[in-house]
């Protein structure tokens, strides 16, 4: 499964032609409200929303995370660093709308060795998680590996790794065992180092699975 990741609302309706099985709103990024976002995304298509730290505090986030849900959104995702009261207060509203909780540690400049990273997703389930996901940039081959370790580990999981050398996570993921991998919606819209974009990964993904 390809889920999208959006970071302007000029993105939607071609990302919704695009064939993506999924799509992220990055409302950090995007803006504006999900009122705004949600009337032009079919109900077919699920939907994860995440409001990083950074742009609004973390009151306005929560409401602009527990908003999405009430629209609908599948799934919601919240980094594990947040305050207890926060991550309590978005599980709650989550499971309040059937949705799943998405607890994601994200390393922008190292990929942790496998103990570590081990820890890391137990802390994520441990902090209430249906899904933990992991990103770090990959500086090597040891990185790479390290990560694919993660998915013989119980729990749906989103493995990913960042950088040119983590490319090829985010082609394998899906195929061992990860719940889905993330993409742009074209080259020069990604919302993390190493994005491939969505038509790249569905051409990856045609020769793969060539029968």
Known sequence: MICVSISHSNQL?????S??????L???LIGEKPDTL???IPKSIPVVVTCRPGIYQDEERANLLKKGLELGAAYVDVETDSPEAFLSDIKQSAGLHGAKFIVSYHNFERTP???DLESVMIACFE???DIAKIATLVNGRDDVLNLIALFNLPGEKVILGM???GRILRVLGPYLGGAFTFASLEAGMETAPGQLDVQELKAI?????KS
């Open 205 to 209: 993904y045609k020769v793969i699975d």
């Open 13 to 17: 309706e071609k990302a919704v032609s």
């Open 19 to 24: 064939g993506a099985g999924m799509l992220e």
């Open 163 to 165: 950088g040119a050398l």
């Open 26 to 28: 990055r409302l950090d």
């Open 38 to 40: 949600f009337p032009v």
């Open 113 to 115: 060795g496998l103990e």
């Open 127 to 129: 902090k209430g998680a």
